[in-house]
């Protein structure tokens, strides 16, 4: 059977972007694999699902990328141990020719398993983002004078459910804990964010339609393997932000964003109520985007200036990564 040209395509432009966006190494697999699809090999057998996808289907998606997180998920569980061998490590460079020949025995040795982490839509929780949350938590405190109750939509495992408990480096200015093991630092324009503020969350809570519970060993390894494999910082990061949410217990409730905001996420005297997500906007159905959007005479979500109190802000980052040149 003739490889589907569109899912051809798009394995080489997943490619390309990996390239740009830094993983050499998922980028080689990629392209290895769109030329093994070509040629009826086990990538055509793995992605025949998507057999007749058109471009756009394929990048909605994420199937490139559900095919290396596959991967890499088997890397991460051990039992792979000769394409372990020949990943990316701290202090070894990997070569995505050398790693390929394993890679694409190992679609026929695992198949049934890969099969089965591709059914799956890609899920993951960028810690990172928490660094142009941060900002506006600060902004928040430092106009008001008042605690915080956080409450944060679409929160996957919940990882930026611990903002405050981070370290930050804004350009010149720093905030947090400075024994964190989480530190995040960003490129910083513009005055700095209010970092004397008086930090005090006296709520927190998050919601996701799918929470990843990060009790259990296979969805955390799963988080874990849609970090590309040769960014070893951000899967440093990541660990580290897991270790902390399961030390304290980072609970995200199955819900659906819009019912759960209504049910939690009333103001209240004394504090200022602020809901936020990091890149989820695009995700929802329009009609939700307008009803949750919608100003109320006790909330405001895009208020620039909450109101003393009771007062609800709104925060969310824009775009799908975060370069917070300001906030
Ligand atoms: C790209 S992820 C972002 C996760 C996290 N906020 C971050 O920045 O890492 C989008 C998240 O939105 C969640 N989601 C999509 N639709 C939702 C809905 N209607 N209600 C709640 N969560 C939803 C998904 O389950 C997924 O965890």
Known sequence: ????????????????????????????????????????????????????????????DATALRLVGGLHDLVLSGDAADLAGLYPAPGRAA??????????????????????????????????????????????????????????IAASAGLNLNWDRYHYQFGAASWGDPDAAVRLDTEWTGPAPPVGARIEVTERAACDRRPVDLTDPSLRRR??????????ERLARIRAAIDLALALEVKVEAADAVAWTAAHAAPKAGAVTCLYHSVFWQYMPAASQARSARPSPTSAPGRRRPPPSPGCAWSRTRGTWPRCRSA
């Open 1 to 60: 059977m003739t490889a589907n040209p569109d899912l051809v395509r798009n394995l080489h432009l997943q490619a390309k972007a990996c390239d740009k966006l830094g993983s050499p190494f998922n980028a080689g697999l990629l392209t290895l694999a769109a030329e093994d699809l070509d040629a009826g090999g086990p990538t055509a057998d793995l992605l025949a699902p998507w057999a007749t996808a058109s471009l756009k289907t394929a990048f909605d």
């Open 223 to 232: 988080l874990l393997a849609y970090v590309w494999p040769d960014q070893f």
């Open 95 to 152: 070569d995505p020719a050398l790693a390929w020949p394993a890679a694409r025995a190992a679609m026929i040795t695992h198949r049934d398993r890969l099969i089965d982490f591709l059914d799956h839509e890609p899920q993951t929780n960028e810690v990172r983002r928490s660094v142009c949350l941060a900002p506006g938590f600060l902004t928040l405190a430092a106009e008001t004078g008042l605690p915080i109750r956080a409450f944060e």
